[in-house]
T-cell receptor, first 113, second 116 residues
Framework: KAGVTQTPRYLIKTRGQQVTLSCSPI?????VSWYQQTPGQGLQFLFE???????NKGNFPGRFSGRQFSNSRSEMNVSTLELGDSALYLC????????????FGPGTRLTVL | AQTVTQSQPEMSVQEAETVTLSCTYD???????LFWYKQPPSRQMILVIR??????QNATENRFSVNFQKAAKSFSLKISDSQLGDTAMYFC?????????????FGTGTRLTVIP
């Protein structure tokens, strides 16, 4: 079974632009969560989608948004990019059942210049 | 709010030796999961071991075991017979056992280096 895939793997943008990152979960997984990883703040939860609905949200500004499609693939969007948005963005999928084990993708490295 | 603390930013261990990574957490929840994740230099986060808070028995996965002390809110990871492939960042993480709360709270990580 294929693992979690994220595209693109690397991205360079300039301040003020917007960006869309994509995540394809493991087949059969209906929950997709997004995390931001930075050297200063560590790993922080952005949001979780389950059955096309945002079920849980972290403490990030409204510039960060996401969605999930009927095939469970998810996208996250960051508008009006700031230098501080430079980070590794990790996506994780799970069955969202009792085990709650999350499987992570390789991440997208976003650099904002 | 949940917080997870890893007080050892960096550690090193000789190959074949045993090392213990520390983790403490703070929560008012009674039902939750605790995890140790490994992030090698290639960056793919991998689950090492999981502990359900309602289970008193410490989890074990091959060379990896935990010492879970619920009253003390402590969750340490022991790696036995350390191998070069164990070199990675290790993150301790907490998750509430609650539908719709499928998010992890991570510690700041411990960078482990296995020395040949």
């Amino acid at each position: 079974k294929a693992g979690v895939t994220q595209t693109p793997r690397y991205l360079i943008k300039t301040r003020g632009q917007q960006v869309t990152l994509s995540c394809s979960p493991i087949s059969g997984h209906r929950s997709v969560s997004w995390y931001q990883q930075t050297p200063g703040q560590g790993l922080q939860f952005l949001f979780e989608y389950f059955s096309e609905t945002q079920r849980n949200k972290g403490n990030f500004p409204g510039r960060f948004s996401g969605r999930q499609f009927s095939n469970s693939r998810s996208e996250m969007n960051v508008s009006t990019l700031e230098l501080g948005d430079s980070a590794l963005y990790l996506c994780a999928s799970s069955l969202a059942r009792t085990t709650n084990e999350q499987f992570f993708g390789p991440g997208t490295r976003l650099t904002v210049l | 709010a949940q917080t997870v603390t890893q007080s050892q930013p960096e550690m090193s261990v000789q190959e074949a030796e045993t090392v213990t990574l520390s983790c403490t957490y703070d929560t008012s929840e009674n039902n939750y999961y605790l995890f140790w994740y490994k992030q090698p230099p290639s960056r793919q986060m991998i689950l090492v071991i999981r502990q359900e808070a309602y289970k008193q028995q410490n989890a074990t996965e091959n060379r990896f075991s935990v010492n879970f002390q619920k009253a003390a809110k402590s969750f340490s990871l022991k790696i036995s017979d350390s191998q070069l492939g164990d070199t990675a960042m290790y993150f301790c993480a907490f998750m509430k056992l609650q539908t719709g709360a499928n998010n992890l709270f991570f510690g700041t990580g411990t960078r482990l280096t296995v020395i040949p």
